[in-house]
């Protein structure tokens, strides 16, 4: 059974903190992941290649890898080069996820990083949408599953899913990994009866400094604070 039908139906949980957060780095990132595990998590999807390393080792789940890079203009890009993939894969990565947009601000060429991961790496490869432009391209191109991690909607305190993208990328055919703003159960309910095949979590579990901010944010919003 590969790590997508290990997933399948069930929660991931994100275990990221960026690096100004204080939860960040490896350690702190596996005790997140070993705690999701014990909850009834599926599968952990993770940013970096120590964090990949010891999660795997701590949890023995299904790790969607990924590596953040963000360049000297503030631009972020998921995964954005054969050799971030590879050293993903290298620490045990079993899913490498990669940025499709189409204004992905830099990286290799989507046409040959694609397929060449795939091919060279033997790991199942996961595109990180942003439309549904971004994807029907990933499909055309050739992707294991497809998510709606850049489509999510905005409100006042936060963020939310895009069900209605959710809906529609469900329908090109491929396997589709919700993600982005699921902070309720309740949302994560209404993706699998849309057909999801798994949905994330992240920001709403595993990072407490987001968690209340959101808080905050609620309370000033209410003349509260």
């Known amino acids: 059974m590969n790590a997508l039908e290990q997933v399948k139906k069930g929660l991931i949980v994100s275990c990221q903190a960026l690096e100004e957060e204080p939860l960040h780095g490896p350690m702190f990132m596996a005790a997140m992941a070993r705690s999701a595990a014990l909850g009834g998590a599926v599968g952990i999807r993770t940013n970096g290649v120590q964090e990949v390393e010891v999660i795997k080792k701590i949890t023995g789940l299904p790790v969607i890898g990924i590596k953040k890079v963000t360049d000297q203009e503030g631009r972020m890009c ?57 994807a029907k391209l990933a499909k055309e191109i050739g992707v294991n599953v497809l998510a709606p991690t850049f489509g999510f909607q905005e409100n006042s305190i936060g963020i939310e899913p895009d069900f209605k993208l959710l809906n529609e990328m469900i329908g090109l055919g491929l396997p589709v990994i919700a993600e982005g703003g699921f902070w309720y159960p309740e949302q994560v309910v209404r993706a699998f009866e849309l057909g999801a095949w798994a949905v994330v979590a992240g920001t709403a579990i595993t990072r407490p400094m987001e968690i209340t901010k959101r808080f905050v944010k609620a309370l000033d919003e209410h003349g509260i604070s």
């Open 78 to 134: 998921i995964t954005p080069t054969f050799a971030h993939a590879k050293a993903l894969v290298e620490a045990g990565a079993d899913i490498i996820a990669v940025d499709v947009r189409h204004q992905r601000p830099f990286g290799e060429p989507l046409q040959e990083l694609l397929p060449r991961i795939s091919q060279e790496l033997g790991v199942l490869v996961m595109a990180d949408c942003g439309s549904l432009e971004d």
